[in-house]
């Protein structure tokens, strides 16, 4: 059996940059949208969102930031890789920018809302929040997302087990310890939480697709195999005729940019 993964291995030193190097293109094509509900309490009491300027960090290929700029605010996307960036569709109110969470490259108070979707477990947790506070207004905001996969469901427990194998219980599938910064923070406060209900709904190929777009994931050889077999039974054994619907609760966590530190 292969040893499992060292879960005292902190997520931001192993490669986050470009361990998404060679699925973007699944990225684009099969990872989860965020529900409207989750967009509009992350902008609520902001005011009017075509006067708001949104940093959105480790942007991806832009599932985010799309949502955002639908929603009228203007976004600039830091995403540190380049395969990424190139497979994001383009949007008027979205520019897209080489960066890290660390180093974002943005002026001093010069947005209004800093977002994380699906990312900030990548980021090194105390320059980030320093560099987010440098970056937001006094009073900004940051919102930090997750798609956290609702294992209450039977079919989403299934795929969720099957991942746990195939990963070797990778450290990224147990994600809160990233919060812990936050709370403990001197930059930020009043940290608070909403939570929604989503669903996607995915033929047999964006199953698969859905898999390979995580980057703990095989790629190939004999345990890519053997996922790619357990997802095409599991789809069998549990589709209907619009397919397979993974479940999930998207947390939406808030906090406030401290005006002076």
């Known amino acids: 059996m292969p040893p499992t993964n060292n879960e005292s291995t902190p997520l931001y030193k192993m490669n986050p940059c470009d361990r998404f190097t060679d699925r973007a293109t699944d990225y684009a094509k099969s990872r989860p949208s965020y529900p409207l509900e989750a967009i509009a309490t992350i902008l609520e009491g902001l005011g009017d969102p075509a006067q708001l300027i949104a940093a959105d960090i480790g942007a991806g290929t832009g599932i985010s ?24 569709t383009p949007h008027p109110l979205i520019n897209f920018q080489a960066g890290t969470a660390e180093q974002t490259h943005l002026p001093d108070s010069s947005v209004d809302l800093v977002t994380c979707f699906q990312a900030f477990h990548w980021f090194d947790p105390t320059p980030t929040l320093e560099e987010f506070h440098r970056i937001l207004k006094p009073g900004g905001r940051l919102a930090l997302v997750w798609n956290n996969r609702d294992r209450r469901d039977e079919f989403t427990a299934a795929y969720s087990q099957l991942v746990r194998v195939a990963s070797n219980s990778h450290p990224a599938e147990s994600r809160t310890l990233s919060l812990d910064a936050t709370l ?6 009043h940290l608070r939480q909403s939570d929604f209900p989503y669903r996607q709904e995915l033929d047999l190929s964006g199953l698969i697709g859905r898999a390979d777009s995580t980057s703990y994931l095989p790629r190939t050889g004999v345990a890519r195999d053997r996922l790619i077999s357990n997802l095409q039974e599991l789809y069998q054994t549990r589709a209907d005729r619009s397919g397979v619907c993974l479940v999930y609760s998207t947390s939406v966590y808030l906090a406030d940019n401290q005006k002076s530190v």
Not at 66 to 87: D, K, S
Not at 184 to 189: A, H, K, M, Q, V
């Open 65 to 88: 930031s799309r949502l955002l700029a639908a929603a009228g605010v203007r976004v600039i996307a830091i995403e540190p890789n380049e395969g990424m960036r190139e497979a994001a």
């Open 184 to 189: 403990l923070s001197p930059y930020f406060s």
